[in-house]
């Protein structure tokens, strides 16, 4: 397992990254800013311009502080709500163990990604 520490509006989370090829390609583009989208009251998502590798994609369910990388519109998102929702052609990368609870109320938001030495 990675750490990556990701920050955004005054809080600081720790996420373990797996080593995935999805995951390993991520790290390498470390440190990042990225727009995240606040979607279906659930997730926040940022779409990447070009397709990540995703070997292992599947359809599956989730948990709160999963991170995951969705196939068909490139994106990385971070998983805040559970809704039941199985989705096909996801590939987790890794996981918050962190309370991520202020993201229920969160809009869209800006984070910063990087390596934790």
Known sequence: MTKVKMTTNGEELV?????????????????LDLNMMNLYSRELTYRFSESLPAKKAKTSGYEVG?????APRHSFVIFYKQTGEV??????????NSDISFMNKAGDLKMNFELLK
């Open 87 to 96: 989705i096909s052609d996801l590939q987790k990368i890794g996981h918050i």
């Open 66 to 70: 999963d991170i995951a990388y969705w």
């Open 15 to 31: 996420a373990d990254f797996n080593d995935s090829d999805t995951a390993k390609n991520i790290i390498a583009k470390l440190p």
